[in-house]
C-alpha cells in the first residue's frame, strides 16, 4: 500500500525484552522520524534520519536504537523493554530540503509490563 | 530553540460554536507553521500550513493566519461540527524537524 505505515499496530511485551518497532514508506522521502506520545508531554522526538545510514538523536533517545539501511525503511528497536517506554509510537517522513510537511503513520501503541 | 505553546485544553463546545485555538512560536529566522489534526485512534494528518507571514492556510472550514509581528498563529473555525472533535496540534519547522505543541484537546457536543 502507498503511503506510510508500521507495525504491528498494538505490542504487549515484558520489562526487559527486546521490541523492534517497524516503519515504511512508500514516498522515497529522505527523512524518517520517530517520535513518541504520551500524556501531559505532547509529541518528542527520539530518533531521525536524513537519509539512509545517517541517523541523529533526537530529544528523548535513551533506551532505543535506530537504523536506516534502506531509504524505505526505518526500524526503531527498544534493547531493553522498561514500562517507562508504554507509550504511542509514531513513524513521520517527509522529503528533503525546504519545510516540507510531515506525513504520520497510524501509530504503534507499546504497553510494556 | 524552536518552541510552540498553545492552548491548554480540553475545550468543549456545542455543535455550530465558534472555535478558536491560540499558538504562539518561538523561532529564528522564518519558520513554516502547521497545524495538524489526530482523530481517536489515529495518527496525525496536516490540517493547514502556512509558508511565509501573512499567509492564510484554509482547510475544512478551519482557517489560521501567519502573523509574525506576533509571533502567533491561531487555528479557527466559525461553526464546528460533532465530527471535529479530535486532538490539534500546532507545529513549526524550523530547519529539519518540527516542534510541536502540546496539543489541544476539542469535543464537540450535539
Known amino acids: 500500500d502507498a503511503g506510510i505505515t508500521q507495525s504491528p499496530r498494538y505490542k504487549i511485551t515484558e520489562t526487559g525484552r527486546q521490541v523492534t518497532l517497524m516503519c515504511h514508506q512508500t514516498w522515497s522521502h529522505s527523512y524518517m522520524f520517530w517520535y513518541r506520545q504520551d500524556l501531559g508531554h505532547g509529541l518528542r522526538l527520539i530518533y531521525y534520519s536524513a537519509a539512509a545510514d545517517i541517523t541523529d538523536k533526537g530529544e528523548v533517545p535513551d533506551g532505543y536504537v535506530v537504523s536506516r539501511s534502506k531509504t524505505e525503511n526505518f526500524p526503531l528497536t527498544l534493547e531493553s523493554a522498561t514500562r517507562s517506554q508504554t507509550s504511542v509510537y509514531f513513524c513521520?517522513?517527509?522529503?528533503?530540503?525546504?519545510?516540507?510537511?510531515?506525513?504520520f503513520g497510524p501509530g504503534t501503541r507499546l504497553t510494556v509490563l | 530553540g524552536d518552541s510552540v505553546t498553545q492552548m491548554e485544553g480540553p475545550v468543549t463546545l456545542s455543535e455550530e460554536a465558534f472555535l478558536t485555538i491560540n499558538c504562539t512560536y518561538t523561532a529564528t529566522g522564518y519558520p513554516s507553521l502547521f497545524w495538524y489534526v489526530q482523530y481517536p485512534g489515529e495518527g496525525l494528518q496536516l490540517l493547514l500550513k502556512a509558508t511565509k507571514a501573512d499567509d492564510k492556510g484554509s482547510n475544512k472550514g478551519f482557517e489560521a493566519t501567519y502573523r509574525k509581528e506576533t509571533t502567533s498563529f491561531h487555528l479557527e473555525k466559525g461553526s464546528v461540527q460533532v465530527s471535529d472533535s479530535a486532538v490539534y496540534f500546532c507545529?513549526?519547522?524550523?530547519?529539519?524537524?518540527?516542534?510541536f505543541g502540546a496539543g489541544t484537546t476539542v469535543t464537540v457536543r450535539a
Open positions: 513521520a517522513s517527509r522529503l528533503a530540503g525546504g519545510k516540507n510537511e510531515q506525513f
Open positions: 507545529a513549526l519547522i524550523g530547519d529539519y524537524k518540527l516542534s
